[in-house]
């Protein structure tokens, strides 16, 4: 456990700095009050908080060496790491969207996503991720435990939870499965189709320039949405065929599958959009 708290600890101050630059940077600056920003300011936003869901049990665990959890502190923490999992995937869905409106219709962008639409998306968004995940806490409370109670991860998960039960485990399962399949599976399609209209609206503009920059405007997003996604598939791929390898191997697996996403989608933010990066370094100079 203590060789994986240095680089734990520094990933989650990466993740708290990184976001943290990025919000104060659009707040800061009046130049990035756009749509493209506020739903990138979002981002930021549930990225902290789902690095905040974890960040008490991952200290405990691997900085004093405190493993124990009660009950329901693990529950609430299972509902806040799915829920920010869900508002995660929901604002990548409405980036797709913003990318779409910018391509697609560029002279009535600012006119379509007013602030008033906006709002709306983030509260459709935060409503979706509370009424997805509000019954998970009770079906897990209503299974019965009495054999091991050691959790695979350093944090409460349904799906990792739900294995310890003494009990049948099949509409749990089959809740969960539904959750996966009509949130994350359901955005990573609205996702995927989102592309495919940009790229024929872009396949559609004369100047390969012009192209060229539209399809720029898109890299940091597609980057943010792989980057959600592959390790998301990655950690389901290990927990379903990967049961004779190292428990360390898991234990990793799911720390950077949290992690990784909201440390690197700052940076990728900073490093492929023009007007942070150009604030960025006129702060360090």
Not at 144 to 151: D, M, Q, Y
Not at 155 to 177: E, K, P
Request: glycine share 4%; proline share 4%; hydrophobic share 55%.
């Amino acid at each position: 456990n203590a060789w994986m708290a240095f680089p734990l600890g520094f990933l989650y101050t990466l993740t708290l700095l990184g976001n943290g630059t990025i919000l104060a940077i659009i707040k800061v600056d009046e130049s990035l009050h756009k749509p493209m920003y506020y739903f990138l300011s979002i981002l930021a936003v549930t990225d902290v908080s789902l690095s905040m869901s974890t960040l008490p049990s991952m200290l405990s665990i691997f900085w004093f060496n405190a493993p124990e959890i009660p009950f329901d502190v693990c529950i609430t923490q299972m509902f806040f790491i799915h829920g920010f999992g869900v508002v995660e995937s929901g604002v990548l869905v409405s980036m797709a969207f913003d990318r779409f409106v910018a391509i697609r219709e560029p002279l009535r962008y600012a006119s379509i996503l007013t602030h008033d639409i906006i709002g709306k998306i983030g509260i459709a968004i935060l409503t979706r991720a509370v009424c997805v995940v509000l019954p998970v806490p009770f079906l897990i409370k209503r299974l019965p435990f009495c054999r091991s109670n050691i959790l695979s991860h350093s944090y409460c998960l349904h799906q990792d939870a739900m294995r310890l039960a003494c009990a049948s485990t099949r509409i749990n399962s089959l809740y969960g499965l539904i959750i996966v399949i009509f949130t994350l599976g359901l955005d990573a399609l609205i996702i995927l189709f989102s592309y495919m209209l940009i790229l024929k609206t872009v396949l559609g503009i004369a100047s390969r320039t012009e192209r060229v920059n539209a399809l720029n405007t898109c890299l940091s997003h597609i980057c943010a949405v792989l980057l959600f996604y592959v390790p998301l598939i990655g950690v389901t791929m290990i927990h379903r065929f990967g049961k004779h390898l190292a428990r360390v191997v898991h234990t990793l697996m799911a720390n950077l599958y949290l992690l990784l996403p909201l440390v690197l989608n700052p940076i990728v933010y900073s490093v492929k959009t023009k007007q942070i990066r150009r604030r960025i370094l006129h702060m360090f100079q």
